[in-house]
């Protein structure tokens, strides 16, 4: 069966430092991997999906198939950045069934 | 374009009463999901249609839960009796497209029920 694990419940750090947001996944077949962030007030949306292999807000997040990773970077956090985000495993099975991992949330202090 | 309209967004009842939510995907997605998500926990999927068809039900408790999706355009999710571990923000999200999409989501702001 898949699973998601996102070991951070809570990552705190200063405006301008690097941030990573740890994501592991476990699934025998071949995976699909996605961000979704919500800001506070939002709905749930998604940030990036490892298929486009984009940038987004300036987050980058590279499919490490061989330790089974999906970790979310980026250089310089902003205050905006602080929401949580949760990983999600697309499995190859009938319909775009998603699995979500526990969620990280993000706080970035001035 | 609108979004995934859900109702209502707070309902509190006591266990063993019943509660239905009501979902509207945007207009012209075949695919509806419900999602649970308990406090401190990611979202965790209950069903999916493609259209008025059930693709997955396999983590619906069927004793206490059913879902159906008539007309293939909206849909509710049903919890009679309810227990306290029900307490949860139910997600509704709908897609395009079924198999072979392209996996995002788009999701409403969810139906917030606290069992007493």
């Known amino acids: 069966a898949q699973r998601v694990t996102q070991p951070e419940k809570l990552l705190s750090v200063f405006k301008g430092a690097p941030v990573e947001l740890k994501c592991n996944y476990s699934?025998?077949?071949?995976?699909?991997l996605f961000w979704y962030v919500q800001y506070s007030r939002q709905r749930l949306q998604l940030l990036l999906r490892?298929?486009s292999r984009e940038s987004i807000k300036g987050f980058t997040a590279d499919l490490n198939k061989g330790e089974t990773s999906f970790h979310l970077k980026k250089p310089f956090a902003q205050e905006e950045d602080s929401a949580m985000y949760y990983c999600?495993?697309?499995?190859?099975?009938?319909?775009?069934?998603?699995?979500f991992g526990g969620g990280t949330r993000l706080m970035v202090k001035p | 374009e609108a979004g995934v309209a859900q109702s209502p967004r707070y309902k509190i009842i006591e266990k063993r009463q019943s509660v239905a939510f009501w979902c509207n995907p945007i207009?012209?997605?075949?695919?509806l999901y419900w999602y649970q998500q308990i406090l401190g926990q990611g979202p965790k999927l209950l069903i999916q249609?493609?259209?008025?068809?059930?693709?997955?039900d396999s983590q619906l408790p069927k004793d206490r839960f059913s879902a159906e999706r008539l007309k293939g355009v909206d849909s509710t999710l049903k919890i009679q009796p309810a227990k306290l571990e029900d307490s949860a923000v139910y997600l509704c999200?709908?897609?395009?497209?079924?198999?072979?999409?392209?996996?995002?989501?788009?999701f409403g702001e969810g139906s917030r029920l606290t069992v007493l």
């Open positions: 999200a709908s897609s395009p497209t079924g198999t072979g999409g392209v996996g995002e989501l788009f």
């Open positions: 699934y025998s077949g071949s995976p699909e």
């Open positions: 490892h298929i």
């Open positions: 999600a495993l697309k499995t190859n099975n009938a319909g775009n069934m998603l699995t």
């Open positions: 207009s012209g997605h075949a695919t």
């Open positions: 249609f493609q259209n008025n068809g059930v693709v997955d």
